[in-house]
């Protein structure tokens, strides 16, 4: 009987770990800044460049900063969420413009409907966005009241994921 | 057509030319800071393509960090430095060699422990495969030999 139940077990054992990691996605590269103070930065704004944007803007409430592109694809899919959210005033959204024109970061958001952030960084030689660890715009990052990252999404922000992870974190940082 | 050996081989040597671009476009005048960014840009992974070294890859971002790793060399930083600065942007992902710890222990000692279980088991087959070879009867089959033999002569 041994005999059997042996090989038995060990296909099983493979058979979950093979199973588990089926269902992880081996672009997502775990954030080694998640609970560390935001990386210090000072940034001319995408609209009125004369004025900064630095990391001393996150402070006294959970904010997001969504980092994004002109160049980027994927970035216009989640665009109108984006519109969506800045419409409804539950969040404050700071916005990474990264490795981009300012010309084409302008024109960009005037094409797609709109700008739904408060204040945009322009990150023109993405050096701020390596200092964050950006490796694939669009990225979402949750920053508490301290300024410290709690959560990072990588690829576009979308309802589901919003509604199933993002919020719930954002609420209970902003009850803290 | 046959295109002659020299012709073919200045063809193969002109569609080289892009892949030792990539870390020609940084120039060193020690080569032992050369060696030291060669050897960086095999040891890092490129996050946007991740079977590619910073060193292989061609996206953009692999070409901002073998130029981040330029700078850091010619500024003399240690490695741990160096190190440091990816590891604290990106995790022990972007290294091809983790570091020894807690979480990286299955990965790092999975692959013996495997072999070791492997040898458990073969070593138990082969003994078992003696026994089955062993051709001492037991009292009790000896006795069962004695019946069968004598009914073969009974019914002969």
Known sequence: MARYLVPLGIFIVLAIFLGIGLT???????????????????????????????????????????????????????????????????????????????????????QYGGNPYTVIGHDLNGRTGMDWGVYGVPETFVIDKKGVIRYKHVGPLQPEVWNSTLLPIIQKLQAE | MRLPHFLSCALLLVLMLPAQAAIVAFEF?????????????????????????????????????RRELYKMIQNDATDEEIIDFMTNRYGDFVLYRP??????????????????????????????????????????????????????????
Not at chain 1, 54 to 80: I, M, T
Not at chain 2, 114 to 123: E, N
């Open chain 1, 24 to 110: 992880r996605d081996p672009k997502l590269v775990p954030s080694p800044l998640i609970g560390k103070p935001a990386p210090a930065f000072t940034l001319p704004r995408l609209y009125e460049p004369e004025k900064n944007f630095s990391n001393e803007d996150f402070a006294g409430k959970v904010s997001l900063l969504n980092v994004w592109a002109s160049w980027c694809a994927a970035c216009r899919s989640e665009h109108p969420f984006l519109m969506q959210l800045a419409g409804k005033n539950i969040i404050t959204i700071y916005g990474l413009n990264y490795k981009d024109e300012r010309d084409d970061a302008i024109r960009w958001l005037a």
């Open chain 2, 29 to 65: 005048d020690d080569p032992a800071k050369e060696a030291r960014f060669k050897h960086f840009g095999e040891e890092l992974r490129c996050l946007v393509c991740q079977n590619q070294s910073i060193a292989d890859s061609n996206a953009e971002l692999a070409l901002d960090l």
């Open chain 2, 99 to 156: 570091p020894v710890k807690t979480t990286t222990y299955l990965l790092w000692f999975g692959p013996f422990v495997l072999v070791l279980i492997g040898l458990i088991i073969l070593f138990r087959v082969i003994r078992s495969g003696n026994k089955q070879g062993n051709t001492e009867l037991s009292t009790e089959e000896q006795q069962r030999l004695q019946q069968l033999l004598k009914n073969e002569k009974g019914e002969g």
